[in-house]
């Protein structure tokens, strides 16, 4: 493998060799291998260092003797490379990248090196925020996609190089990760997960987790600036480096590792058990305690993300006939379709199996099972608004008078709905930590905060450690059928009768062109505060909402009585101004959207509203008596 200059020290005391020092950036092999013989793993030895004018170069002989040349400037200049291809790996509070190299367009950019350097700068990471030198033990678990066993193998050779002990979980969820630094058997000083969610097969990432929660934005910001600094540091990681390069750092670094502090635990287990424990306890049935869920039929669909084991290990033993779930088999391609309980498919395909066996309930699991959604015993969806009222409605139940935090999409029927229950709703910003955040906050101040929760399925609950967890929150789903079949009250379903749903809703997105994304959306969203206060180009039946604090919302009256509103707002994560708009009548979305189009026209932004004048002119007809 591949020998490094210098030489240093492992935390726990043994020697290794070390990487390249000084402030120089990363070497790049130049030579394109075409030998057969590099076909496979590629083994360097004896690098040999010399300095060429201003730069050096560094000669690493292959096991027949073929010299490779990679140069690196003296003055640093691939560092900025480097570093912004770390920087790019961050999504929010999250790292994600394109994880195989199978779309020409979407070049592989989450490498096994990468992951390797993410993990080191992750144990740094914990070491400062602890103030511990040893001792320091982090779970590493992932979802079924086909590049997780090596970025998960990569994170915990980083991890160990810094003397951190490595619990190898496998096959695991994201609420799962949180709880291995909870549980008493457990208690890890932090946590790993590595998924990409619902995203497609050729994506993967990472979230971390310590007891006190997830990690927020600058906590991966701070990761991923240290990991581009070490790998700089040790001269061998290229932004664009070749992949034999990039796996031989990984293989080198397994290597050298202290086989003593990798392990690994079957923790689905401990955690099925856990949560099954809850649903005996919060049921309590007065007549088979053990098995509360008897009589319940219940089809699960996780689309062949982590989740089979909700069926399998949870409501299974609990009593539940689970018989016709679908689509439990792990499988990191993803056959039978998106794993998103929003995927019109994977509601489809959960709709049809609940019809068929006539089961009491469906329920939809994302990947990593962080998110949720639900069909009824009628095979309709109980998703976005739906969800949150049903959530909202169990919830106020037992917390009289709570204010129930949501992402800034969500109806204005859910508003009334949850006032009418005698809650408080704070529609808050998207992103499923902003709200769970905003929940901690008031929590903090004082304010009664059960439950904070987004339309996309995320939710998270104050008695669950603020957790966003899709299984925790399908059981309260759960719970609440079974205590209504205890009690003789009808079905879930009803609690939902009372909540009025837009007969037209949708999300619509503007293309930001200009270079500089984050400005040309402030200078829009500006543009329209200051469009709505001048009069929303003459027409009085728009009329700003009273709070926003994310973008601006606009209630729209419109004929018959009824409310409208639209919401513009740029993309937390695209480049993108996203439009939601709402209208209690057919072809009122249309009609909204072609008076916004008048503030578009009056500047000169450069963005594309083609989706928008689309949508306009297809259902222009329907729209004429709005």
Known sequence: MLSRLGSTSFPNGKQRNSGLQGSYSMARIQHEITDPRYSHALVYRRPCLRNRGGRQQITLTGPSGTALSAIKMADGSRHGDLDAAFKKLQNGSDIR??????????????????????????GTWLRDRTGRTDGLRVSIGSDPRLSSDVLSASMAAGLAHEGIKVIQFGLCTTPAMFMSCILPKHKCDGAIMITASHLPKNRNGAKFFTPDGGLGKPDIKQILQTASETA????????NAAWYVDHAIVAQAALECDAQLISKDEFLEDYAAYLRGIVIDQINHPDHRESPLRGLSIVVNPGNGSGGFFATKILGPLGADVSGSINLEPDGTFPAHKPNPEDAAAVDATKQAVLETRADLGIMLDTDVDRSGFIDR????INRNK??????????????????????????GLKTFIESLGGRHFRFKKGYKNIIDKGIQLNEEGIDCPLMMETSGHGALRENYFLDDGAYGALKIVIEAVRRRIEGEPDISVLLEDLQEAKEAMEIRVKILADDVQSEGIKITEAFKEWLDAGAGGNDSWSLEPENYEGWRVNIAEKGGTYGWLLLRPSLHDPDIVIN???????????????????FNQHSFSVSTNLVTTYITDNSSSSKNH
Do not use: W
């Open 97 to 122: 990248g394109f994880a195989l190299d199978d779309n020409p367009d979407e070049p592989m950019n989450l490498t096994p090196g990468k992951m390797y350097y993410v993990g080191r700068a992750f």
């Open 232 to 239: 700089a540091m040790d001269g061998l990681l290229d932004a």
């Open 378 to 381: 009628n095979g309709r969806p």
């Open 387 to 412: 969800y949150i009222a049903l959530a909202a409605a169990i919830a106020l139940k037992t917390h009289p008078g709570a204010t129930i935090v949501t992402d800034s999409c969500t109806s204005n």
């Open 581 to 599: 708009v709402e209208s209690e009548q057919v072809g009122g979305m249309a009609t909204h959207l072609q008076h916004l189009m008048s503030f």
